[in-house]
């Protein structure tokens, strides 16, 4: 295909909106940031610990014939006892990014740390956050540590939600998690509401169906919101992203 260009003076590009920044540059303004378009990814790291990567592996051609978009746009040299790595991302099969640390550039089995998500912030410190909606239900705004031999996530005991959503169904709000005989308030159809948290806890689907939930007048229970096989739910704006 080819490529098109667009030539705007200054004046014309001055005037132009220009996107609101990404929350990650609030929070971290001292890191370099870096956007990997077809990827869909979105990378901050600092500067000074980072090194432009020349040459790509050449496993990453698979990606490509798999129609998958793959980098290695950086290595990242954190310290606090991590080892050198080289950062890679790809768009996954289903717009579902992810990116992952490889000790071997060469290796895709050498990996340090991996996550999906599509803001992915390195720290001088070497700890990562990971935000955005990729192969989940919500952002789950994660933290990972290196651990001596790799990065595991740090345990949260709740994961903050913050959806503003619409029952699809009526809906049941509990005193207790999972608790039936207490009710709060049930929701009728078509009933605004905001999710407030998730237990970090998950059962073996990689889920955990309990909600705490504030209704428009205040109230705040708990509702059991599984997801269904299609990876909908019964609240409009909660569903599964990814594969």
Partial sequence: MPAVFAVLTFAALAAAPQP?????SKLFPDLAHLELKQEGVHVWYPKAQAVPVKLPAAYLKAYEEAGVYASQ????????????ATLTCDSGPSADPSCRLLADADNPDST???SSGIDFVFLANADIYVYGQSDTLYDHRRLFRF???????????????????????????????????HVLITLPPRTPLTILLNPASENEDGQNPDYLVKTREGLVGWARIPMQPDGKTSIEGLYFAGD
């Fill in 73 to 84: 746009p950086l290595t990242l040299e954190l310290g606090h006892g991590v080892p050198k």
């Fill in 112 to 114: 340090l740390f991996e």
């Fill in 20 to 24: 609101a920044p990404r929350a990650p």
């Fill in 147 to 181: 651990d001596g031999k790799r990065y595991v996530e740090a345990t949260q005991a709740f994961r903050y939600v913050g959806i503003a959503g619409v029952t699809k169904s009526a809906l049941v709000l509990t005193a207790a998690p999972g608790e039936s005989q």
